[in-house]
């Protein structure tokens, strides 16, 4: 019965991962060809280089749903709301192993020997989402910004109540 569950939480997981790949792989074919790069003097071989900075100051944008802050309330919001169930996942873990019971991630399994292990993959999780969330919203993803703690409350939250489930 174990293994059925198992095999449960790792195909959402996996759901969960190639859909964050799926929408990511728009933003990876904005590519510029090397050919319209090309200026037609250099060709002609009468090349002149071109300045590449320009001088003119740029203004800074209105904040805007798309252009906002990272630490704005929602993403606020969202942090405490992973950490919070990120931590309520380490206490139904912990005390789950404590009962006798097995770790099922395989990746969390490598930790699950000591409870300071334990902390420090769940403490580890929850920085990597809020690292995710920066890198997306410094490449200009915003909805992926958000998405990424979305996933991740969803998935420990599923993971919370799998373990209370089969207490």
Known sequence: MRMNGLRTI????????????GVCRPGLAQEVSAALLRPVAMETGAFEPAPLVS????????????????????????????????????????????????????????????????????????????????FFHKTGHHKMERAVSMLNIGGSAAAVTFDLARR
Request: glycine share 8%; proline share 5%.
């Open 10 to 21: 790792l195909k959402a997981r996996a759901a969960m991962l190639l859909l964050v790949l």
């Open 55 to 134: 001088l003119t100051p740029t203004a800074t944008p209105p904040e805007s749903p798309e252009n906002h802050r990272f630490w704005d309330r929602e993403n606020s919001f969202l942090f405490a709301a992973n950490a919070a169930v990120s931590a309520a996942d380490f206490v139904v873990t912990r005390n789950n192993l404590r009962g006798g019971g097995q770790e099922l991630n395989p990746v969390t399994r490598v930790f699950s020997g000591t409870s300071a292990g334990l902390a420090m993959n769940f403490a580890g999780e929850t920085a990597g989402v809020v690292g995710l969330s920066y």
